[in-house]
């Protein structure tokens, strides 16, 4: 039997809030009927819902929150409210009464209490936000999508391991491999900051999961299991690829309307249509993981609905069930950022020995 766990739910976040928070936390349910549930939010909002969805009414408690933290909110004002839903979501993982939080309100506002609330894992220096793309090849694994603009190479490295462990737990792979986003896959392409990052992963001890420099169309043809990059470039190609699925769906549409034989056609190969929209359908992808904090935190997107909800509760639950924070600090344990210098220029000279000096083992 699956061991019961908590979720904290933020019950006022997204344009659909409370309504689609419940129906989406009755599907979730559906999954993972072992989940505990604390729900915070408008006691005379969200109180007749759950009387409504039975189902989720038994597995939860209930605990009023009398403030919002709206969408337009600034991460310093956000803070200053104390008994807001988000608030007081992150404060029951923080005093250990959750495991997690889920929320699809403020994206900065979450990161900015998440942070200084839960806090960082011991020898984490930055978060970074993880999210699933699809690829030729299955679910690619994306990384940072915006929450760091700059980064070092000691990020760089945090972040690969990070994905690592997400992909193992979220999408099963057993050794999913890793790749850094760079203008070009050969090794002298680059600055300074990712090909040393790329000599301390290769010495590291995912090492042999680690396959070097991929480019940008290598997100989707799915080269890797997991795609490591900045803040600033992540979040870029997220929202390139989204604008792109958008385009081709408005094409699409075009040109199955444009005329009678295009009807025609578009019935004929409706049941292979319907098969593609499924598998790229954006809530299928819903759930960010901001990984390295002392507590999973999960950001659905503002504007989703319940099955899209759902499925962030499904990527909270698979990182609660599978440890991924205890995995994340014994990967981070195999390398030792203090001799990272040491360490590249070891790997250069003698694979074997950058290893020994990365390597804690």
């Known amino acids: 039997m699956s061991v019961p766990f908590t979720l904290a739910v933020d019950a006022m976040g997204g344009d659909g809030a409370p309504e689609m928070v419940v129906a989406g936390l009755g599907i979730a349910l559906e ?53 807001a839903s988000m608030r007081l979501a992150i404060d029951a993982v923080a005093e250990g009464e959750a495991e997690g939080v889920v929320s699809a309100g403020n994206t900065g506002a979450l990161l900015a209490m998440a ?49 690592e462990v997400f992909a193992r737990a979220v999408l099963g792979l057993p050794a999913p491999s890793i790749g850094l986003l760079n203008v070009g896959s050969e090794e002298q392409k680059g600055d300074d900051r990712v090909r040393q990052a790329a000599e301390i992963l290769k010495a590291s001890p995912i090492g042999p999961q ?58 004929l190969a409706k049941s ?9 359908d954006p809530r299928r992808y819903n759930g960010a993981v901001m990984v390295g904090l002392n507590g999973v935190v999960v950001k659905s997107h503002g504007g989703t609905d319940a099955k899209g909800f759902a499925h962030a509760m499904d990527v909270a639950m698979d990182m609660v069930v599978n440890r991924c924070n205890e995995r994340i600090r014994a990967g981070l344990g195999g390398i ?26």
């Open 336 to 361: 030792l950022f203090a001799d990272a210098e040491t360490a590249v220029e070891a790997a250069k000279k003698d694979p074997g020995e950058g290893h020994r000096l990365a390597s804690t083992g």
């Open 31 to 83: 999954r993972h009927p072992e989940a505990r549930l604390l729900v915070f939010g408008d006691e005379a909002r969200v109180g007749p819902l759950l009387r409504r969805h039975r189902r989720v009414a038994a597995c939860c408690t209930l605990r009023h929150a009398p403030e919002v933290i709206t969408g337009d909110l600034k991460p310093i004002p956000a803070l200053r409210l104390r008994q």
């Open 115 to 163: 942070k200084i609330v839960i806090k960082m894992l011991p020898g984490i220096d930055r978060p970074a936000i993880a999210g699933i793309a699809p690829s030729a090849k299955g679910d690619v694994v994306l990384l940072d999508l915006g929450a760091n603009i700059t980064c070092d190479v000691r990020n760089l490295v945090e972040f690969a391991v990070m994905g």
């Open 272 to 280: 292979s249509l319907e098969r593609l929209r499924e598998r790229l």
């Open 210 to 267: 680690f396959k070097g420099f991929v480019e940008g169309h290598d997100i989707a043809a799915g080269t890797t299991d997991v795609v490591v990059t900045d803040g600033f470039t992540g979040n870029v190609a997220l929202k390139t690829a989204e604008g792109a699925l958008h385009l081709v769906g408005e094409m699409l549409h075009q040109v199955f309307t444009a005329s009678l034989a295009a009807r025609l056609g578009y019935l």
